[in-house]
């Protein structure tokens, strides 16, 4: 997990100058929070110097005390009601200041959260390849939250925990040097050596979290594949299989807390030792005559503003490195740049002419090409049934219209602009893809649709259901567009159709769509047909078609292979040419099984 | 998380929190006492801690100071301060380590027990959520069970805490220590009040995180329809909507954990300033000594986090009960006390022995299915279920049944085998009527292949055998057309296949579910619309390799050509009922709608 352990990642590690980048990131954030960080600071002094007084009035309180019946009873009053007025202002002001630094920490977090997010989206998707979703909530919300424990708690328990031990010790310079230097010496010890052991925690305690995510993982598999593993009569052998899981988990689960104890006992153990050899000390000065009683008591009650803050910091100070590594690796993403930059002219209104010049496309620079100097120009308004064999470079070639990527040589033109001058924002605008995987988010319909959009009117919404021809399945709905969609009750024909959906809410000029291959029951299929016609009718469009019937609908055809162009022109001409592979593919099929169109494309075509 | 409205139908009221809570300890009883003994101990020696240092003082106050002072008491007090705190040491370690033990030992009871029940018990188990929810009864509700023990083990400790320390301080002087110590219990009544407010500002704290972590995963999962749409800023704007929430709900849970904290810290401050208060006229009377006070002041702080842990555990009793009523529902048909049942583990040494598949009893000769009728859950879009199907199946038959989307053949098959309830009708194995169809219609009677089969993260092997004898491995992977996925896929039979199959493709899932159904023997063989993810070739050739060589019944929902055209017997279903059946040709030429789904195929 850490970047620190291979050496890979050191090589990887951005150079010296970076350091002050990430500290740039932490300013940029805090910034703006400064008087509520000011605030903060003078509760905690505050607080801190009226709580380190508490005990001298208990010392002077235990001196009056001791005169027994000489003592002066309105001077002992005085000094219980200012003790309990001190308390309880500590008290206060403590809670107000954790309060604060909460608030401070989850404001800077969250902007920087919401900023992450929106820089990681405009990476390009040869960026996106390299990380996976777990990966990223690792990196938004885990890194951030590590952070935001750091901006919350460092200033109030750190800062705070810091302050209280150092005044502690002042103290103790002040009662005696030699215990000054003693308990000085003591406390240093103690939190290099608990800062030490708390490693040893690290490793056993992420095996824990591993096992037990695969134990939970392990019930969640099976709970949701419940159905197949009872009609399969599976139980038994599955549970004996969670038995396995569970041990490996119980045996982590005790080496962890094991690891983790070590440290109380540590802790325990020199806190022992330091506190008899703090009442051995009051007790030698007092028999000593320096010190008196109330004094002795003194020394005592301090040690225990020793062990609190010192305590407090052990702890703080793995998070501290926690936070400190999280701030690099978002330093880091936040310094990645988009490969595809974006141009500053916008498409003009209307269904504008696709054009291809001499497209040439690689993946990476070393890898083959996937695409060939593919020319070809297809007029405004009309519909291209791409064809091809499964890898020939069908997919790519869209792609670039949407400019996911940019061709590695050539141009491709949307209303004779190269796409690399238009801006990114308004092309997307304009471009709508549908793939034939449809990604459907667990949320309500119309935010599936919309994206999250509360701008869009949930009639809007209502109504490209109904254009796609979803209205029954609408109108079947508890809340209408307000119910939440749950993955898997969805047909693969529905999904489509809700993709569908999706594009006719952005009105875009040029439609790509990848039509699924897999076979439809024919009811849905049908559904699927008008509103595909629907969807088209009046923008360029490219099909990457699976069946006959659909590329007959088309006004252009081309036939890809291996990434080159192995045929492109208007359908009439194609079919009526004998020689042409289309022609081919449809004297095929004439005579075929019904079933396969798809399968006659993947024989035929070269 | 919302309490569902039939909850009250698995009310645990607290006499039965009480009573599983006794019949989990007693899985381990000797190991609960020691936990008792030892926790005891280690809430004892503090309150040992603060009377050693007061009679310290006590011994010190009567030294003179000056050379040669007599300080052999004060140091034999220190001594015994100093073994006390060796012993705390040790006792500390030795109850942690066995507190770890007790936990980890009921979690795991309970958490095997649940799934026990949802995996082998008999009738039909349907999840009242999705699996995600029904987790966190085996996470979030297994650990409130396992505080609640764990309050029992404190309890016991931090009463007698509470009793000796306020013995130590009547001593003293008892109405100092009433008027000291009686609003004290007042932190009883505060944190009862607010813990469990507490609890909700975390709860909702857990599941508004739960949202962003879903939603940036959801984002960067689809981040190529994302950006495709240009809707980045909406989905930031989103994130940070839900960003907000979890704001409120961590103030909410910061600021009421002050609050505690805060009562309770000036409590402890407030009782200090009367002991001072009222202190200082005894000592003016002669009655107190400088001992008598640091006394006070030391035990005076943990005897209000101890009554405040009183105020929590009516809290957690009631928590606790809450926890095994969602349980209850968990398991729905199952005894209150299932959660709680003593069965072995095996988190030592050996695992339990698996039992021996009976062999079967009676082969198929027929099947059949009189007037079934059955609903298909409360899922959205889903169109309904099935009402009054008759059919009958017969040895070495194939029949197919068909119909458009909605018209119920995958709720037909599911009620057949007991994966869904049915409402009315029966069944009959060999004319016999079949009870629990659940129970029953597994291998070696049957065997199913659902229309999204469920793969487990394990290799492919694993998943084809699952628990099956190896022999069987190559011919189920043949049988299913597997082999030549075995090729393309690096590791063949030992590539790991992902979380639920996500590293094959749909294809590759389906063939693996029918390699697994075909690894167990069985005499009839139900297919749930494989053709979703298998094209037409695959699927012809899947059902001539099974009829070749396998002596099969199969009954296979498809509305392909490749199943019709070989079905021995076809059954047409149309909004949930059976609209026609019989062999194919003469189904073409009397039912329209078996025309019509003929036709649409052709296309």
Known sequence: MTAELSPAAAAQRPPPGDSARTLAVLGRYLAPLKWWMLTLAALLLASTALNLNLPQLLARFVDGARLGADADLAALTRLAL?????????????????????????????????????????????????????????????????????????????????????????????????IGLGVTLFAALTLWAMNRVRKIGVEPTRRERESSAQLYGYVEERLAGLDDVRALGAGEHHLRGFLQVQREFFRNFLASWKARATVWQLSMGLFAAGYVAILSAAVGLYAAGTITLGTAFLLYSYMSMVEEPIDQLSQQLQDLQKAAASLSRIGELLALRSELPSGTQELSAGAPELAFDRVSFRYSPDSEPVLKDVSFSLPAGQMLGLLGRTGSGKTTLTRLVSRLYDPSAGAVRLGGVPTTNLSLTGLRARVAVVSQDVQVFQASVRD????????????????????????????????????????????????????????????????????????????????????????????????????????????????????????????EQLAADPKSQYAALLRASAGADEESAEALMEELLV | MTTHPDLHRYRVDGRQTFALARRIIAYNPALFVLNMVLWASVYLLPAAMAWTVSELFRRLELVTPGPGAELTPVWLMLGVFA?????????????????????????????????????????????????????????????????????????????????????????????????????????????????????????RMREATARVTDFIGETFGAVGAVKLAGREEQMVAHLRRLGETRQKAALGDVLLTELIRGVNTNMVFLATGLVLLLGARLVVGGQMVVADFVLFIGLLPRLTGTLGFFGDWIATHRRTGVAFERMGRLLTDAPTDEPARHAPLGLRGELPALLPQAALAEPLRELEVRGLSAQYGHEVGASGGVQDVNLTVRRGQFVVVTGRIGSGKSTLVR??????????????????????????????????????????????????????????????????????????????????????????????????????????????????????????????????????????????????????????????????????????????????EMRALWAEEAD
């Open chain 2, 83 to 203: 073994a006390i705190r060796v012993l705390r040491f040790g006792v500390f370690y030795a109850a942690f380590l066995k507190f770890i033990e007790l936990i980890g030992t009921t979690g795991a009871l309970l958490r095997r027990n649940l799934l026990n029940y949802l995996l082998t018990a008999s009738g039909t188990r349907t999840l009242p959520d999705t699996p995600a929810e029904a987790v966190s009864r085996f996470r979030d509700d297994v650990e409130d069970v396992n505080q609640y023990i764990e309050a029992w083990v404190d309890g016991f400790g931090m009463a007698l805490f509470v009793l000796v320390s306020v013995w130590l301080m009547l001593r003293v002087d008892p109405l100092l220590t009433l008027l000291t110590v009686a609003p004290l219990f007042l932190m009883i009544v505060v944190v009862s009040r607010l813990s469990p407010r507490i609890r909700t500002y975390r709860r």
């Open chain 1, 448 to 571: 599936n649709l919309t994206f999250f959009d509360p701008q869009v009117p949930d009639e809007q919404v209502a109504a490209a259901l109904r254009e796609v021809g979803l209205g029954d399945w609408l109108d079947g709905l508890a809340e209408g567009v307000q119910t939440p969609l749950p993955t898997g009750s969805l047909s693969a024909g529905q999904q489509q159709l809700l993709a569908f959906a999706r594009v006719l809410l952005r009105d875009p000029a040029v439609v790509i769509l990848d039509e699924p291959s897999s076979r439809l029951d024919p009811a849905t299929e049908a559904t699927l047909t008008a509103a595909m016609t629907r969807l088209l009718r009046g923008r360029t469009a490219i099909v990457i078609a699976h069946r006959l019937e659909t590329v007959a609908r088309a006004d252009q055809i081309l036939v890809l292979g291996a990434g080159e162009v192995l045929e492109f022109g208007a359908r």
């Open chain 1, 82 to 178: 200012t003790y309990i007025a001190f308390a309880v202002a500590v008290q206060l002001m403590n809670a107000a200041a954790t309060y604060l630094g909460a608030r401070v920490g989850w404001q800077a977090t969250n902007q920087l959260r919401a900023d992450l997010t929106g820089h990681l989206l405009s990476l390009d998707m040869a960026e996106h390849k390299e990380r996976t979703p777990g990966e990223l909530i690792e990196r938004i919300d885990g890194d951030v939250t590590a952070l935001s424990n750091f901006f919350s708690q460092f200033a109030v328990r750190v800062f705070g925990a810091g302050l209280l031990l150092l005044g502690a010790l002042v103290m103790f310079w002040r009662v005696n040097v030699w």
């Open chain 2, 415 to 592: 009620a057949l085998l007991g994966l869904l309830p049915h409402q009315r009708g029966e069944i009959l194995w060999n004319g016999e009527r079949v009870v629990d169809p659940a129970s029953f219609f597994v291998p070696p009677r049957s065997s199913y292949t659902a229309q999204l089969p469920g793969l487990f993260s394990d290799t492919l092997r694993e998943n084809v055998l699952s628990g099956s004898g190896e022999e069987r491995l190559d011919r189920a992977v043949r049988l299913a057309q597997l082999d030549t996925d075995l090729a393309q896929l690096g590791q063949g039979l030992n590539t790991p296949v992902g979380a639920r199959g996500v590293k094959l493709s749909g294809g590759q899932v389906q063939r693996t579910a029918v390699a697994r159904m075909l690894a167990r023997d069985a005499d009839l063989l139900v297919f749930d619309d494989v053709s979703s993810a298998l094209d037409a070739r695959t699927e012809s050739a899947l059902w001539d390799a099974l009829s070749r060589e396998l002596d099969a019944t199969c009954l296979v929902v498809s509305h392909r050509r490749a199943a019709l055209s070989r079905a021995d017997w076809v059954v047409v279903l149309g909004g949930g009922r059976v609209l026609d059946q019989g062999p194919l040709p003469e189904l073409l030429e009397r039912s329209a």
